[in-house]
């Protein structure tokens, strides 16, 4: 009988799916951590939580992703589990302008609430939809740049960019994070002053 052997990874970091319910939050995430995906929608009940170790950048990292619920009665609840995220990932659906419309909405609330060197990704979900399509890229595009996030169009219903997306995103985190130890692990030149004072030396004789 052979085990699967677990790769050890160099460094584990968290990512958080926010955005309104029914964009497809947990489709994305399953798709990326499993390559699964479901027809049947049921909504996220608090948190839902996957992990996925992958290679990013010659790292081995493990990443868990939080998923949280989308609807307003669970929004209280989803603002614990920013702490220590490293990145949140905005997914709204691009043949929903309301689930485009609370973007900012979204961006608000993780400005508050995650720390300060969060990276951030924009995701328009269900880009397969192309003929109920209500939100351009351009448009989805401008709204990312506004907010200083990546952006993807993604479809996780066919597999489209979701891994592309995850790792937009993943690269910037581990090279911040990598780039970060390696100024810390550097050692500090000090310069010692000679604060002695100098000797006298015996004035020469005049003949």
């Given at each position: ?44 009940i ?16 493990k ?5 949280t ?64 399509r ?39 985190i ?34």
């Open positions: 009988m052979t085990t699967l052997e677990i790769p050890r990874a160099d460094w584990q970091c968290k990512l958080v799916v926010i955005g309104d319910s029914g964009v497809g939050k947990t489709s994305v995430m399953r798709r990326f951590t499993d390559n699964e995906f479901s027809f049947n929608f049921v909504a996220t608090g948190i839902d939580f996957k992990v996925r170790t992958i290679k990013v950048k010659e790292k081995m990292i990443v868990q992703i939080w998923d619920a989308g609807q307003e009665r669970f929004r209280s609840i989803t603002t614990a589990y920013y702490r220590g995220a490293k990145g949140v990932i905005i997914v709204y659906d691009i043949t929903s302008l309301k689930s485009f419309s609370h973007v900012n909405n979204w961006v608000i609330n993780f400005n508050r609430w995650a720390g300060d060197d969060v990276q951030a990704l924009l995701v328009g979900n269900k880009c397969d939809l192309e003929d109920q209500v939100v351009t890229k351009m448009a989805g595009e401008k709204l990312a740049k506004e907010h200083g996030m990546e952006f993807s169009e993604t479809s996780a219903k066919d597999c489209t960019n979701v891994d592309i997306a995850f790792m937009r995103i993943l690269e910037k581990v090279e911040k994070h990598f780039k970060k130890e390696e100024k810390s692990d550097r050692p500090k030149t000090t310069i010692k002053l000679d604060t002695s004072k100098p000797s006298r030396r015996p004035a020469c004789c005049k003949s």
